[in-house]
């Protein structure tokens, strides 16, 4: 178990650049998390994955974000045509066990930063 | 909707000194709360959590947490803290909606310890 490993740890890019982001999850955990985290506050809720299956996008995830989880292993967060208000900590977790009593396990984050 | 508080934005402790993180939560029915930990370039670390029963909860690292449903509220505490006990600390609560997972979480405190 090396917990849960995201990449890359930074990203600068231009606005109007798309960025891709990987998170894998402790293997075996069936659940998989996105959160985002800006400066001085504390993660958001984005989306969420049960094995394969996107059961719940937030609605801060606008139509530029795209996620997925082929074959219920890695996930990644594609964000297409970056502005500068998507800014911030991207976080990823994972998780087994009962649902909502089960412990989240966070990635280390991936920061972006759009000029 | 559910919400949480913690009304101090910083703290800060002499090494050795008790520590008391105030965490206050909206929720219509009975939480799932929890307490977080996040060090400088790292992801979140869950310190304990409380579902139900015994309401004094103990964690990780010599933390423990009382929930008090009368005052809805999770304060963390620490009898004596340590220099590494500096980071940011963030207190949930959840779940919300049909996401048994998902929590919400407050904008956390930031705690600096003096030697």
């Known amino acids: 178990d090396t917990g849960v490993s995201q990449n890359p740890r930074h990203k600068i890019t231009k606005r109007g650049q798309n960025v891709t982001f990987r998170c894998d999850p402790i293997s075996e955990h069936n659940r998989l998390y996105w959160y985002r985290q800006t400066l001085g506050q504390g993660p958001e809720f984005l989306t969420y994955f049960q094995n394969e299956a996107q059961l719940e996008k937030s609605r801060l995830l606008s139509d530029r974000f795209s996620a997925e989880r082929p074959k219920g292993s890695f996930s990644t967060l594609e964000i297409q045509r970056t502005e500068q208000g998507d800014s911030a900590m991207y976080l990823c977790a994972s998780s087994t066990g009962l649902a909502g009593q089960e412990t989240q396990y966070f990635g280390p984050g991936t920061r972006l930063l759009v000029l | ?115």
């Open chain 2, 1 to 115: 909707a559910q919400s949480v508080t913690q009304p101090d934005i910083h703290i800060t402790v002499s090494e050795g000194a008790s520590l008391e993180l105030r965490c206050n939560y909206s929720y219509g029915a009975t939480p799932y709360l929890f307490w977080y930990v996040q060090s400088p370039g790292q992801g979140l670390q869950l310190l304990l959590k409380y579902f139900s029963g015994d309401t004094l909860v103990q964690g990780i690292k010599g933390f423990e947490a009382e929930f008090k449903r009368s005052q809805s509220s999770f304060n963390l505490r620490k009898p004596s803290v340590h220099w590494s006990d500096a980071a940011e600390y963030f207190c949930a609560v959840g779940p919300e909606g049909t996401n048994a997972g998902k929590s919400t979480f407050g904008d956390g405190t930031t705690l600096t310890v003096k030697p």
